[in-house]
C-alpha cells in the first residue's frame, strides 16, 4: 500500500509539474503576425509606399516591435504585446492598402474627367456638338 501511495504521489507531482511547463510556455501569436506580413505585403503590391508611405512604415515598425517583443523565451506579457502589436500592424497595412486603392481610382476618374472635358471643348469647337 505505501509503494502504491508512493506511485500516486509521484505521478500527481509529476502531473502539476508537466501542467506548470504548459503553461509557463505562452503560445505565440504565429497567426496575427502571418496575418500582418500577408496584409503588408499586399499593401506593397497596391504601392502603398507611394499613396500611404507613413501608414505602411506603421505597420513595419509594429511587425518588426512585435518579433524583437517574442525574440527571445517571452513571457506572457510580451506574447500578448506582440499579439496586439501584430493586430495593429494588420490594421495598419489595411489603412495603406485602402489609402492606395483610393488614390488610384481618384487618379483614373481625374484623368477620366479630363478626357471627358477634352471632347467637350473639341465638339464646341467644331460645332458638332450643337
Known amino acids: ?9 509521484c505521478a500527481l507531482t509529476g502531473g502539476a509539474l508537466a501542467l506548470s ?11 496575427s503576425m502571418q496575418a500582418a ?8 503590391g497596391e504601392k502603398a509606399a507611394e499613396f500611404a508611405p507613413v501608414e505602411l512604415n506603421a505597420a513595419r515598425d509594429r511587425i518588426g516591435r512585435a518579433r524583437v517583443a ?4 517571452p513571457e506572457e506579457k510580451d506574447v500578448m504585446l506582440a499579439r ?12 495603406a492598402s485602402a489609402k492606395a486603392r483610393l488614390a488610384r481610382a481618384a487618379a483614373v476618374n481625374t ?3 479630363n478626357n471627358i472635358n477634352t471632347l467637350r471643348d473639341e465638339l464646341k469647337r467644331t460645332g458638332a456638338g450643337s
Open 37 to 44: 506580413d500577408i496584409a503588408i505585403a499586399t499593401a506593397d
Open 21 to 31: 511547463a504548459c503553461a509557463a510556455a505562452p503560445l505565440l501569436p504565429t497567426e
Open 1 to 9: 500500500m505505501t509503494t502504491f501511495r508512493h506511485f500516486a504521489c
Open 70 to 73: 517574442v525574440a527571445k523565451d
Open 84 to 95: 496586439r502589436l501584430a493586430n495593429e500592424a494588420q490594421a495598419d497595412a489595411e489603412l
Open 111 to 113: 484623368e477620366l474627367q
